[in-house]
């Protein structure tokens, strides 16, 4: 099924044919710049939002909407065409809006602390469904503007690669979004993000890293035993020497496993050659697991610790915590099953 979001503007004015020219303007300036669905275009005539409804019909299906932090993390479970499901997050902060969209339905790369890594994959999902989220969350966020769009929601983005990037390049073109303001989360495929750096699109990398050393990350992250450390810092270079943008690193804290002044050094020595900031996340509960994440206290300890070792260092704000919309809880997936997925990066 196609998207009207996949559709050119060339194709369309071919689409339109016989209408009167100015009809192209319109829609398209209601679809990307004022958030606008078929349904409420009403700068159109009502046949032809009917016929373009129907030859284009939502991706998107709204199955459960669950909010907290006094209404400014909102989740939304939403069906696809196929019945699959995927999760989508907003979340509301003091100086910007932020999505927080899927590229997968499921997850195929098997990180044992993420609830959606344990729920298993469906499928990719197509540029229309990743682009409908953003769309769509725009319109919840209203009045205020989208400002930020995070792929940190299911699947892994790298794995997907020909649709995050063609939904990164129409963001920017048709949707006016900075690049800049446009972040994409990796467990580390290697070679895509060497793919990724010489593409023209200065987006912020966050590599989810969570150990500095093969043996704890080969349990943590499985794909580092495809792409082990030493593979994934070349990639890294790459990235830095490319875009001149600097990249940062997700610490999701778990107590007595990466916690540890051990790991704050190994942690201090993998970003300072990378000059890389390091984003620390005090892990969020998942079922499964059987671990815990850092308390308070070790939290501070970490961060002190990476910061006397000259490393640029935040806590990530956790949104969302109760209501499972917060980084690595997001499980809510339909057909999914325990797979492998080829990984897109030719």
């Not at 046949?47 to 019909?57: G, H, T």
């Not at 000259?310 to 809510?332: D, E, F, K, M, P």
Request: aromatic letters at 6%; one cysteine or more.
């Amino acid at each position: 099924m196609t998207s009207l979001y996949e559709v050119s503007r060339e194709e369309l004015s071919a689409l339109l044919e016989g209408q009167p020219r100015y009809r192209v303007d319109q829609i398209w300036h209601g679809l990307w710049n004022t958030n606008e669905t078929l349904a409420t275009l009403s700068t159109i005539p009502k046949a032809l939002r009917a016929s373009l409804s129907a030859q284009f019909p939502s991706s998107l299906r709204v199955v459960d909407e669950v909010a907290s932090d006094q209404g400014a993390t909102r989740k939304w479970v939403l069906e696809l065409h196929d019945g699959s499901t995927i999760e989508t997050v907003l979340m509301h902060y003091e100086d910007r809006a932020t999505v927080c969209v899927s590229s997968q339905a499921g997850c195929a790369m098997g990180c044992t602390f993420c609830a959606t890594g344990q729920a298993g994959f469906s499928r990719q999902l197509r540029v229309g469904e990743v682009i409908e989220q953003v769309l769509f969350a725009a319109r919840a966020a209203a009045p205020r503007r989208l400002s930020n769009v995070v792929f940190m929601g299911m699947g892994e983005p790298l794995a997907n690669y020909p649709v995050t990037v063609e939904v990164l390049r129409r963001l920017q073109a048709y949707r006016g979004m900075s690049a800049r303001h446009l972040t994409v989360s990796t467990v580390g495929v290697a070679p895509a993000i060497e793919r990724l750096a010489k593409e023209g699109l200065p987006v912020t990398l966050a590599v989810s890293l969570h150990a500095a050393n093969d043996e704890t990350r080969n349990e943590l992250v499985p794909l580092n035993r495809r792409y082990p450390l030493a593979r994934l810092h070349e990639a890294c270079v790459v990235w830095n020497e490319t875009t001149k943008r600097r990249l940062s690193f997700e610490w999701a804290l778990i107590d007595g496993v990466n916690d540890t002044p051990r790991a704050a050094q190994e942690l201090a020595a993998y970003a300072s050659g990378l000059a890389a900031h390091v984003n620390l996340i005090p892990l969020n509960p998942t079922p499964g697991f059987l671990v815990r994440g850092s308390t308070a206290e070790r939290v501070r300890d970490f961060r002190d610790h990476l910061e006397a070792l000259g490393v640029n260092v935040t806590v990530r704000q956790t949104r969302g915590r109760s209501i499972a919309a917060a980084c690595g809880q997001l499980a809510n997936v339909a057909k999914a099953k325990r797979t492998t997925v080829r990984l897109r990066t030719t």
